[in-house]
């Protein structure tokens, strides 16, 4: 199996910046694609940003040109650079992991149990 953990949540002003990481452990054989989702209180899990191994990205509308995704393949490491922070940011943060695992055949998700990012004056 694949372990995901989050780090970097907490409380920030409107217009700060909070930087997320997702450590995977595990029986790692190769991790594609890595994400960042959210979910805030009574909506659905939204995609934020994934990137491919090659590095390729992609970004949702909402945090284009604020938000930043890298990963570290050797470290199996994904951050989540996060700049002028809205209040409508405020959620949990969710890693994803698109990985083959030690003894299972084929790509499979794994989840992390996400994060708190609260964005409040």
């Known amino acids: 199996q694949v372990q995901l953990v989050e780090s970097g949540g907490g409380l920030v002003q409107p217009g700060g910046s909070l930087r997320l990481a997702c450590a995977a452990s595990g029986r790692i054989v190769s991790i594609h694609t890595m994400a960042w989702y959210r979910q805030a209180p009574g909506k659905g899990r939204e995609l934020v940003a994934d990137i491919a191994s090659g590095g390729s990205t992609y970004y949702a509308d909402s945090v284009r040109g604020r938000f930043t995704i890298s990963r570290d393949n050797a470290k199996n490491v994904m951050y989540l650079q996060m700049n002028g922070l809205k209040p409508e940011d405020a959620a949990v943060y969710y890693c994803?992991?698109?990985?083959?695992?030690?003894?299972?055949?084929?790509?499979?998700?794994?989840w992390g149990e996400g994060t708190l990012v609260t964005v409040s004056s």
């Open positions: 994803k992991a698109v990985a083959v695992a030690g003894g299972v055949v084929g790509y499979r998700d794994f």
